[in-house]
């Protein structure tokens, strides 16, 4: 009985430790799931698997659990709102918990995709580039129809490269193709607008004053043509550009700012290369930076600013002391093979390295002199022999540089690219504000109008209604009307109204109840 029993036991443990194999190996194995990426011809990639592309139809050995699809998968930009989960059971059924993504099926899961229209509107030029992530669409130019997978979001970039702009738009797709539009940082953004399967940059021009700079710019890389001189691309608001100088090959950069509120005004962080107003940029003026080849007697280069051989001055935006290799300018040595080495320049003048040796030719940097046309000492961006450091915004008028009072003149005296609220003069009467002009707008109020007789207008801002005032207390009606026709009589001799304006005059203090 004993020996019968261990039998029995020793069967049930061996089925038992039989069972938890085939469990284990069940749970283990691999589940094989066709994946069809259908209409979307970007990259795309499940877990950690190789990258796919080009709408390729694949398979993967999946185990039992939950996945995800990463839709144009890319170390350049990562991007977390660009996956959607899906989970494998071990009856091979793939399920998608979002239910828009795609549309799973035993063995089976085929990304669903939505036609979705970009207008680009204004923003189209000969390098202006734009893109959905970098991997899920190619670049374009001009508005497209693009196929791309609903129920994720798309980091939508304007430029060649994710490193040419930030703060861009991300757009997403709901199952019914409605596209909600927010910036990377979750809030609604005036980059673009969404609609139902549409999606529309939103676009306004900056107005660009290179000042004394005669080199070559643009607004980043792929996002404007390239310029010399003033110009006004056209740029999606909302976003941070790099501006790109002394194109080609040199290509020093700075940041700018358009304003994510809508107020246009574009501030440059550096506080250095330039400065900004409402959909407006300056650059800084430029620095004087001295360059000796020594004993070099070849050529060599810098960008597009200037070819030479032997020892020559180039007028230079600068970028800051502390600046990233963005923002260095490349002095090429042309006759050595065309290499380069980097240096960077300050405000207050400097120049670091002092010293470059490039391909064997040693090269030594130094600063110009300062500039200081109005003799406000601000001059030159604060050049190194310049009494104040600071942008002098116009250095041709002593009363504008930076920190200077605020004079009623019109102009931006303390260079904050803002204009006082009480400079301005939206009725064209010729009066600011602070002018004590009573009433912006209308043109008829203001300190040098006619004071009209007999009525309750300050027509002349000077707080009082005259000597005819009808909110005096008066004797009776005909103190107040004898007033209003002496003044008319007065005015008329003046040749400051005609007669019929007078007659007017005379007329309304008549018909009146002041004095009864």
Request: negative net charge.
């Amino acid at each position: 009985m004993r020996l019968i029993h261990g039998e029995i036991t020793m069967r049930a443990i061996l089925r038992i430790l039989v069972g938890v194999w085939l469990i284990h190996a069940g749970a283990a194995a691999a589940i094989t799931v066709n994946v069809d990426p259908g209409s979307y011809l970007g990259e795309w990639r499940i877990d950690s698997e190789a990258v796919q592309s080009g709408g390729s139809v694949a398979n993967f050995d999946l185990a039992v659990g939950s996945h995800q699809a990463i839709i144009g998968y890319t170390t350049q930009h990562p991007f977390a709102g660009n996956v959607f989960s899906f989970d494998v059971d071990s009856s091979g059924a793939v399920t998608v918990p979002n239910g828009i993504s795609a549309t799973g099926g035993i063995g089976i899961l085929d990304f669903n995709t939505r036609s979705l229209t970009v207008n680009t509107g204004a923003y189209v030029c000969s390098r202006c580039l734009w893109y959905f992530n970098l991997n899920v669409t190619p670049f374009f130019q001009g508005s497209q129809i693009v196929n791309l997978v609903p129920g994720i979001e798309y980091y939508v970039g304007v430029g060649s490269g994710a490193d040419q702009t930030s703060g861009a738009a991300v757009a997403s797709i709901a199952g019914n193709g409605t596209v909600t539009v927010l910036n990377e940082q979750g809030s609604p953004t005036i980059s673009a607008t969404g609609g139902i399967d549409t999606l529309t940059f939103n676009t306004t021009t900056l107005s660009v004053n290179p000042a004394g700079f005669t080199g070559t710019w643009s607004v980043g890389f792929g996002i404007s043509d390239d310029y010399t001189g003033s110009a006004t691309p056209t740029i999606i608001p909302g976003l941070q550009y790099k501006m790109v100088v002394a194109k080609p090959r040199s290509n020093a950069q700075f940041f700018i700012q358009h304003a994510t509120d809508g107020s246009g005004l574009v501030t440059v962080p550096n506080g250095v290369s330039g400065f900004g107003g409402v959909n407006a940029l300056t650059f800084a003026p430029t620095e004087t930076v001295f360059i000796d080849p020594g004993s070099f007697s070849g050529t060599w280069e810098l960008g597009s600013l200037l070819t030479a051989t032997g020892p020559a001055s180039v007028e230079v935006v600068p970028m800051g002391s502390s600046t990233p290799t963005f923002g260095r300018y490349r002095l090429y040595n042309i006759s050595g093979g065309g290499g380069f080495e980097e240096f960077s320049v300050a405000t207050p003048c400097a120049v670091e390295p002092a010293s470059l040796v490039v391909l064997g030719a040693t090269f030594q940097l130094s600063c110009g002199a300062c500039t200081d046309n109005d003799g406000d000492g601000f001059g030159a961006f604060g050049s190194a022999s310049c009494p104040e450091t600071g942008v002098d915004c116009d250095d041709l008028d002593s009363s504008v540089f930076p920190g200077a009072p605020e004079l009623c003149d019109g102009l931006d005296n303390d260079c904050d690219g803002l204009l006082p609220a009480n400079e301005s003069d939206l009725d064209g009467d010729g009066f600011f504000i602070c002018e004590n002009d009573c009433d912006d707008a209308d043109p008829d109020l203001n300190p040098n109008a006619v004071e009209l007789p007999g009525n309750v207008v300050d027509e002349n801002c000077d707080g009082s209604l005259g000597s005819c005032d009808p909110y005096t207390a008066w004797r009776n009606h005909g103190q107040f009307v004898r007033c209003v026709a002496q003044e008319v009589n007065d005015l008329r001799g003046a040749g400051l109204i005609s007669d019929v304006e007078g007659d007017g005059l005379v007329s309304s203090a008549a018909e009146s109840d002041v004095g009864r």
